[in-house]
């Protein structure tokens, strides 16, 4: 059974950074793409971050102060969040796709860690 298991999240002030840790266990073959996907308050679960092929892409709103890294070996995926602001407050969820011996290639999600971020 495949989970992502994330850690790293907490209240921090604004300026100051946090790093977002997501490890895949269970029975895998590969992860294809590891990212990051966050949700704040009244607004739909928007992409962050994520990694496939040896790239990445971010979102524009984080673009220079976020930095996404794998461990393919581990199946670890981190979230490096510099000069954090109010507006990067949200539930920060793991997102893989996993291949694995009883499923082929399909996304999975961790349960969110959540990062607030005061003034």
């Known amino acids: 059974q495949v989970q992502l298991v994330e850690s790293g999240g907490g209240l921090v002030q604004a300026g100051r950074s946090l790093r977002l840790s997501c490890l895949a266990s269970g029975s895998i073959f590969s992860t294809n793409a590891m990212g990051w996907y966050r949700q704040a308050p009244g607004k739909q679960r928007e992409l962050v971050a994520i990694t496939s092929g040896g790239r990445s892409n971010y979102a524009d709103s984080v673009k220079g102060r976020f930095t996404i890294s794998r461990d393919n070996a581990k199946y670890t995926v981190f979230l490096q969040m510099n000069s954090l602001k109010p507006e990067d407050t949200a539930v920060y969820y793991c997102?893989?796709?996993?291949?694995?011996?009883?499923?082929?290639?399909?996304?999975?999600w961790g349960q969110g860690t959540q990062v607030t971020v005061s003034s």
């Open positions: 997102y893989a796709i996993i291949e694995s011996p009883v499923d082929f290639f399909r996304n999975y």
